[in-house]
């Protein structure tokens, strides 16, 4: 399929000798797009501006060193393929980027692709399990389980939580990035090339109580158990007595924005550490 519009449609067993097995330039709503493949990017979609919203993006694949993004991709010189609201699991890439190169999304689920979740692209409300995401932009209330993130020198992120990774939480590939209210905990090894700033984590970087930083137990409501794909989410809202609640800084971003949980993203005054605001219990609310 090529530079259309699709509705509730299944797109599923295509293949491209270049890119796009799928589909290509198309916007796409509420789509199952699954077991297609590109021998060139985008083994699922391919295409620079292309919307998907509440997709499926499953089991697609490219093959070759320039196969980049399995279940979708844009090239250098496009705009980034957009995505909200899908999911993208169990994709693969002969390049970079198994589940998306190139995209930006919004509340998302990515879910154990390979060789890793995203590359070159930016995520918010997101969150990623058991596949790594290898990135050059910055990431917002993300959630990063079983593996972390890597990012290019320079890049920032805000209000996220890695837990039981197998590696790092938060690591840079270069140079030093920045984290901003972000929780690292019950990861194998210790952060690297971070930058922690009202952030809580294990280790070094984190002892710096005069940048509001922390290594106290973040008091998840529950902890999960296990490490890489072995690891068993637990809950990672935080408990009311949390060292982390009301302990990050209130940045321009927040306003108007929401929570990996679609709530408010500073509730009480000062935003939480993590993905999560915390909602005491016998809050009242105003219905109008």
């Not at 399995?70 to 909200?84: F, K, M, Q, V, Y």
């Not at 990035?177 to 700033?197: E, H, K, R």
């Not at 949390?242 to 500073?266: E, F, H, I, Y």
Request: hydrophobic letters at 35%; charged letters at 10%.
């Amino acid at each position: 399929m090529g530079g259309g519009v699709a509705y509730d449609c299944t797109l599923a067993g295509n293949s491209a000798g270049s890119s796009g097995g799928g589909a290509q330039g198309s916007l796409l709503y509420r789509c199952v797009v699954s077991n297609n493949l590109a021998v060139g990017a985008g083994g699922g979609v391919f295409g620079g501006g292309p919307l998907l919203y509440d997709c499926r993006l499953v089991n697609n694949r490219t093959t070759g060193a320039s196969g980049h993004g399995g279940g979708a991709a844009s090239t250098d010189s496009s705009p980034l393929i957009l995505l909200s609201n899908c999911v993208v699991a169990f994709n693969n890439a002969g390049g970079a980027g198994g589940g998306v190169r190139m995209g930006q999304l919004f509340n998302c689920l990515v879910y154990s692709n390979n060789p890793t979740g995203i590359h070159q692209s930016n995520a918010s409300n997101s969150v990623f399990i058991a596949n790594l995401a290898f990135n050059s932009s910055d990431f917002y209330n993300c959630l990063f389980i079983g593996y972390g993130v890597v990012c290019y020198a320079n890049q920032k992120l805000y209000n996220c939580t890695a837990v039981g990774c197998n590696g790092n939480g938060f690591a840079a590939a270069s140079g030093s990035i920045s984290l901003y209210n972000c929780i690292s905990w019950s990861n194998s090894a210790a952060d690297s090339g971070v930058s922690a700033f009202n952030s809580c984590g294990a280790g070094n970087l984190y002892t710096n109580t005069l940048l509001g930083n922390t290594t106290n137990n973040p008091m998840f409501v529950a902890d999960g158990s296990g490490i890489g794909g072995a690891h068993l989410p637990g809950n990672y809202r935080l408990q009311p007595s949390s060292p982390c609640v009301n302990r990050g800084t209130n940045q321009a971003w927040m306003a108007g924005k929401v929570d990996l949980d679609g709530r408010p993203r500073v509730r009480y005054g000062t935003v939480d550490m993590g993905a999560y605001e915390t909602l005491y219990r016998g809050a009242v609310f105003k219905f109008r």
